[in-house]
């Protein structure tokens, strides 16, 4: 369970990141990024011996948190060049095509940026199932506790997220929720 949570984490920045620019994550994305993260957990943890033996942890964290970064850096450029307020002014028609608008006019994630974001987590979770492996903890048990905790942690920082938003600091929430997924990206390749 400790593996579950520990390696979810990361997660609850994502969410948080994604909350604080009013980006809905809805339930069959949570759902897709936790599948990916559990498969993925569950690989590395079964087979870890042998994926030790060709990608090191070091290498699988650098190719996650570089996604991450990229993610970050792109919400960041985003809100300093106005793409956010042009949105405001394009066709709905249009919109539709790059967007999907719920009833309220919230931004969804879209399921390009699930499955990128989904790739890149599942990446992270390859470093901490091979030293699971390693271990010989439970394959089944642990992959388990990786996908819920991944669809706790993801709802709970979009939640806060979007309570943030609310107030003064959602007038710089892309920019500040840039910053967190950057943070994330470097802490996941430093680690």
Same mark, same amino acid.
């Given at each position: 369970?400790?593996?579950? !949570?520990?390696?979810? @984490?990361?997660?609850?920045? =994502?969410?948080? %990141? ?6 809905? =994550? ?11 993260? +559990? ?6 943890? $079964? ?15 650098? &190719? ?31 919109? *539709? ?20 974001? #989904?790739?890149? !987590? /599942?990446?992270?979770?390859?470093? /901490? ?5 390693? $271990? ?5 048990? $642990? ?10 942690? &993801?709802?709970?920082? %979009?939640? !806060? #997220? *979007? *309570?943030? /938003?609310? +107030?003064?600091? #959602? ?9 967190? @997924? ?10």
């Amino acid at each position: 369970m400790g593996i579950g !949570l520990a390696s979810n @984490l990361d997660n609850l920045g =994502i969410g948080f %990141s994604f909350g604080t620019r009013s980006i809905k =994550i809805p339930i069959r994305s949570n759902l897709l990024i936790a599948a990916l993260s +559990t498969l993925s957990a569950y690989i590395s943890i $079964t087979c870890g011996h042998f994926i030790a033996t060709y990608t090191s942890p070091t290498f699988a964290n650098a &190719i996650g948190g570089g996604m991450i970064m990229a993610i970050g850096l792109w919400a960041i450029i985003k809100s300093l060049t106005g793409v956010n307020r042009k949105k405001a002014s394009i066709d709905p028609a249009k919109l *539709q095509k790059s967007y999907k608008a719920d009833h309220d006019g919230d931004i969804i994630i879209t399921w390009k940026e699930t499955w990128t974001l #989904g790739f890149a !987590l /599942s990446i992270n979770c390859i470093a /901490s199932g091979l030293g699971a492996g390693a $271990t010989g903890v439970s394959a089944w048990g $642990t992959t388990i506790s990786v996908g819920a905790f991944s669809i706790i942690t &993801i709802a709970l920082g %979009s939640h !806060l #997220g *979007q *309570q943030i /938003s609310n +107030t003064v600091l #959602g007038r710089y929430s892309n920019v500040i929720g840039g910053v967190i @997924l950057i943070c994330i990206g470097i802490y996941e390749i430093v680690n």
